[in-house]
């Protein structure tokens, strides 16, 4: 592939990332397309580096370590959900109104 052709990889990368926020933009899809843009623009980016005649090597073995810091940026995001205080629900009885002494 020649550096035009990575470049426009990598602008290629940037619209499906945009795209995929524009059409679901909630937090998990924005990881997980977070995570791809990144491992696929380190691995254009080593594809860059080679054509300049550099060793590209070093971006292709910190592609996956890289992307996995979204789930350390997501990771407090993630957190509050799962300790988000639970909506209040009406106690369900097997007892009717008379019963329960409501309504008297």
Known sequence: MSIHGTCQNIK???AR????MRCDPSDATAQAALKEFIQRTYSDLASLAWHLGADGDVFQREAVPASELVDDVYFAINREKE???PAYRQPYSTLNHAQQGIGR
């Open 17 to 20: 990332l945009s795209h995929a």
């Open 12 to 14: 290629d990368c940037a």
């Open 83 to 85: 300790f988000e205080a």
